[in-house]
C-alpha cells in the first residue's frame, strides 16, 4: 500500500466548475497535510496547509481533512484555466521531519 | 529576494562524471531538503538536514553524498553520473516544529540534470 494516495488524473472540469481532488493516507499518526501545486517545467509551490479535523478556507480553495478516515481532499471552487496543473498531497508523518507526497492528480480545467 | 536557490539550473553530462548542485535559502528555516523527481513526476525525498545534522538519509545510492556547511545551504554532489540519475532535483527549506514551524516546505526552481 501506497503511503499516500491520489488519483492521477488527468481530471478535467469546465471553467467556473468545483474541481474536487482526494487523497487518502496509511501513517494514522500523521500530523500535518499539504497541497502543492505545480505547474509543468516549475517547482511545487503551497497552496494550502491544514491540521486539525474540518474545513480551512483560503480564498477559492478548501482543504478538508478527516483524520478517522485517513482522508484530505482539496475543493477549488470557479476553476479556471490557470488553475490546469498537477496537485500534489503531501502528508508529514509520526515524527515531526519526513514528508510523503503523493504521486499528484492532474487538473485540466477547460475554458 | 529569492527565497530558495539552486545553480545549475540545467546540468547536461556524460556517464561517470561527478557533479555538484547547489542550494541556498534566505527564509531563515531549520530544515532544508533534496527531492528527485522523476519522467513520471513522482517527487522522493532524498535527504534531509536540520540545523547542520542529517535527519533523513534515504534508500539512495552512496554515490548521492549530501552536505550543509550551514544553515541556510545544502549541497549535493554526485560521483560516476548514470543514466538513470537523469531527473529533476529539487531543494525545499522548511521551519520545524520545535522551531514553532509546521514543516511547510519551500522549494527552489529545481536543477534538471541530464546524463548522456
Known amino acids: 500500500q501506497k503511503e499516500v494516495e491520489q488519483n492521477s488524473g488527468p481530471l478535467s472540469v469546465p471553467e467556473g466548475a468545483i474541481a474536487s481532488l482526494n487523497c487518502t493516507y496509511s501513517?494514522?499518526?500523521?500530523?500535518?497535510f499539504f497541497w502543492y501545486r505545480q505547474y509543468s517545467g516549475k517547482s511545487p509551490e503551497l497552496i494550502m496547509s491544514?491540521?486539525?479535523?474540518g474545513d480551512k478556507e483560503d480564498g477559492r480553495f478548501t482543504a478538508q481533512l478527516n483524520k478517522a478516515s485517513q482522508y484530505v481532499s482539496l475543493l477549488i471552487r470557479d476553476s479556471q484555466p490557470s488553475d490546469s496543473a498537477t496537485y500534489l498531497c503531501a502528508v508529514m508523518g509520526t515524527g515531526g521531519f519526513k514528508t510523503i507526497f503523493g504521486a499528484g492528480t492532474r487538473l485540466f480545467v477547460k475554458a | 529576494d529569492t527565497a530558495v536557490s539552486q545553480t545549475p539550473k540545467y546540468l547536461v553530462t556524460q556517464m561517470g562524471n561527478d557533479k555538484s548542485i547547489k542550494c541556498e535559502q534566505n527564509?531563515?528555516?531549520?530544515?532544508m531538503y533534496w527531492y528527485k523527481q522523476d519522467s513520471k513526476k513522482f517527487l522522493k525525498i532524498m535527504f534531509s538536514y536540520n540545523n547542520k545534522e542529517l535527519i533523513i538519509n534515504e534508500t539512495v545510492p552512496n554515490r548521492f553524498s549530501p552536505k550543509s556547511p550551514d544553515k541556510a545551504h545544502l549541497n549535493l554532489h554526485i560521483n560516476s553520473l548514470e543514466l538513470g540519475d537523469s531527473a529533476v532535483y529539487f531543494c525545499?527549506?522548511?521551519?520545524?516544529?520545535?522551531?514553532?514551524?509546521?514543516?511547510?516546505?519551500?522549494f527552489g526552481p529545481g536543477t534538471r540534470l541530464t546524463v548522456l
Open positions: 501513517d494514522r499518526g500523521s500530523q500535518s
Open positions: 527564509l531563515g528555516h531549520d530544515t
Open positions: 491544514i491540521y486539525s479535523n
Open positions: 525545499a527549506s522548511s521551519q520545524d516544529l520545535v522551531a514553532g514551524g509546521h514543516n511547510e516546505q519551500f
